[in-house]
């Protein structure tokens, strides 16, 4: 099925070809007489825009768009549903971990899935010979993988400092024992920072992700220390000396959740670049309905107007030669993931999975403490291969909606967790966040196209 989409940025016509990926920047001629399915017959068009446009012009573009047609740049025909259907059939090999290496936290966030680092059971640290276990479990997983992702996770990885140094020492025997390269990453609330931390991190971190929710009054309203007071004066110079000490071959996001609390969220990603943050994501929380800090569709004009302001600034930045880069407008309109990624996402289940303190094993760190989705442990391996056969079916050619959407190879049918949690069901993409991903879609495209070869 061929698809295309349209959409207008600051005054700018673009016109996506779905299944090509190409990107158009067209005039407004061009963008009028392009239908979403098909081009409809000349006369008709002519017909129906002939208030508007000349005949001679409409014929013009016309033909032109009928160039872009047959060199495959326009109404191309989706050629990746066999790709999707047979990759059932694959043997499933893991690439990426998840290690909790802590179920607990010096923080209480408002906001937290993880139910303040309890997972909905008891705070405990992860025994060193747990994570051992787990190396060697995705090492004998992994197939003929050779590069492993290990995402230190909690609750707050950080208060397990000394059991990380075994674990990741262990790692880097093992990787050279099995020809394997591991490298690990790290999501942080800064708050237990100090020297030697920064300095081993720096060391053994491929990627940092340091949790900050942006200006101090809206830090500190929810991203709150056990008394309740805001945490914003203590973790900020530590984020500030921990960016300091990265050069620039090595990873590291300035990371922020906004709420109900901040709909006008611009102002926090903007606070973080202006303080010189580099890389910068905040991104939505994601609640249940009846919690007072949920995103609602009543929100979502307001929040579309925060990503066209940050856009507007991030061109003017670019023209400055002062700009950042933000997580969900990173796009690469000529390259980008494999068409495998593209279609499944994640991996969640069968690619990635996560491993809990007592190393039981779930499909992904949202899922964790639900037991319906626990998958096995490391000592038996994973037991439930159902499971595992049903997230890898759940790609976006069995997700109904997504299978007419203009955005599906960008968004590869959302969160599994999301989708879950919101409908029950990992088929049904979650609503709300869709509609936001469209619109950072159509920025990211618009900012690539503005900024590229500039």
């Known amino acids: 099925m061929s698809l295309i989409h349209k959409f207008i940025q600051d005054g700018e016509y673009y016109v996506i070809d779905v299944n090509s990926g190409a990107v158009h920047v067209v005039d407004e001629i061009v963008y009028d007489l392009l239908d979403n399915s098909s081009l ?157 931390v920064m300095q081993y991190l720096d060391e053994n971190m491929g990627n940092i992700v340091l949790s900050i929710d942006g200006r101090k009054s809206v830090n500190d309203k929810v991203r709150v220390k056990v008394d309740g007071s805001g945490s914003y004066d203590r973790i900020l110079p530590k984020i500030k000396e921990m960016v300091d000490r990265r050069d620039k071959s090595k990873q590291y996001y300035v990371r922020g959740t906004f709420t109900r609390e901040n709909t006008d969220f611009f102002e926090d990603i903007k606070h973080m670049a202006d303080l010189g943050f580099k890389e910068i994501s905040i991104e939505p929380v994601v609640l249940p309905d009846n919690h007072e800090l949920s995103l609602r569709e009543e929100d979502l004009l307001v929040i579309f107007e925060q990503y066209d302001k940050l856009y507007t600034d991030m061109i003017q930045r670019h023209k400055d030669g002062n700009e950042f880069k933000f997580y969900h407008f990173n796009i690469d309109l000529q390259g980008g993931p494999c068409v495998y990624k593209r279609i499944a996402g994640c991996g969640a289940g069968h690619e990635y999975i996560a491993v809990t303190p007592d190393g039981d094993i779930y499909p992904c760190h949202q899922f964790v403490g639900n037991t319906d989705f626990l998958m096995g442990d490391i000592y038996n391996g994973i037991t439930n291969t159902k499971m595992v056969q049903e997230f890898k079916e759940a790609h976006i050619y069995n997700k109904p909606t997504c299978t007419q959407c203009w955005a599906k190879f960008y968004c590869s049918g959302g969160c599994q967790a999301n989708n879950f949690n919101f409908n029950g069901d990992m088929h049904i993409p979650y609503e709300i966040g869709c509609k936001m991903q469209k619109k950072r879609i159509e920025c990211a495209i618009a900012l690539k196209a503005k900024t590229m070869n500039k």
Do not use: W
């Open 40 to 196: 409809k017959n000349k006369e008709d068009l002519i017909e129906t825009f002939k208030e508007k446009y000349s005949r001679e012009d409409i014929e013009e573009v016309y033909n032109e768009i009928q160039s872009l047609i047959q060199g495959g740049t326009l109404y191309t025909d989706d050629l990746y549903e066999e790709i999707a259907m047979n990759g059932g059939q694959s043997e499933p090999y893991i690439k990426a971990l998840c290690l909790n290496i802590i179920h607990d936290c010096n923080l209480r966030c408002k906001y937290c899935f993880a139910d303040e680092g309890e997972y909905h059971g008891a705070r405990k640290p992860m025994p060193v010979e747990v994570g051992k276990k787990a190396i060697d479990f995705v090492i004998k997983n992994s197939g003929p993988r050779k590069n492993i992702e290990v995402d230190l996770f909690g609750g707050e990885p950080l208060m397990a400092f000394d059991m990380i140094k075994e674990i990741v020492a262990y790692a880097k025997i093992q990787e050279k024992i099995y020809n394997k390269a591991i490298r690990f990453t790290m999501t942080t609330n800064a708050t237990l920072l100090n020297d030697e």
